[in-house]
């Protein structure tokens, strides 16, 4: 018999789990560092399919995509963006999308803990509240601490998007959970 409080797969292959009970067709992404488990997991573990993956290459157009496909189709699309930056490239869409009053499940890939931070770009591209600088115009975000805060999380997302007036919903998911590779030496602020 399985462990039932062990998990023997990546948190990645969870969180597809999850997306699969979501009515989202689509996951769009200029794909990037901080969210390569969970884009992983969607190609490898989800075969690719609902959501599967339309490879963009600027986060607006990602996220302008999905506002579009929101407007036909009266539903989410999923788009996910590279941490603080690739944020700040997509909230002029999000901004759009929060007018037009349309749905789109926004994730961002970010990570935390400054102690899991490698290189100086996950540096430059993490933040400890990301979200702040869509906040004023998405309906609700959140920034999940574990796979079962991720996975209500993500079910109450798709269900405020939808719920009108529709609008855009963000969740900051943390990569600096469950790294697919060790940590090599430490590197402190001081050091870039």
């Not at 023997?8 to 794909?31: E, H, I, Q, R, W």
């Amino acid at each position: 018999m399985a462990d039932p409080v062990t998990q023997s797969s990546s948190g990645g292959d969870f969180m597809v789990d999850v997306l699969k009970t979501l009515d989202l067709d689509y996951l769009a992404m200029n794909p990037a560092s901080n969210f390569r488990g969970l884009h992983e997991a969607v190609i490898n573990y989800g075969m690719n399919q609902r959501p599967e993956v339309i490879t963009c290459p600027h986060e607006e157009i990602a996220f302008s995509m999905a506002q579009g496909y929101a407007k036909i189709e009266g539903k989410p699309m999923a788009a996910i963006c590279h941490g603080t930056v690739g944020l700040q490239h997509a909230s002029m869409a999000l901004y759009n999308a929060w007018c037009d009053r349309v749905p789109i499940y926004a994730i961002i890939g970010n990570i935390v803990d400054a102690e899991k931070r490698l290189q100086q770009f996950e540096w430059a591209h993490s933040a400890i509240d990301p979200a702040v600088i869509v906040r004023d115009f998405v309906k609700w975000d959140d920034q999940p601490a574990s796979l079962q805060h991720f996975a209500e999380s993500a079910v109450r997302a798709y269900k405020i998007a939808l719920t009108p007036p529709m609008g855009p919903v963000l969740l900051s998911l943390d990569a600096g959970r469950g790294r697919p590779y060790a940590r090599v030496g430490r590197q402190s602020r001081a050091d870039l």
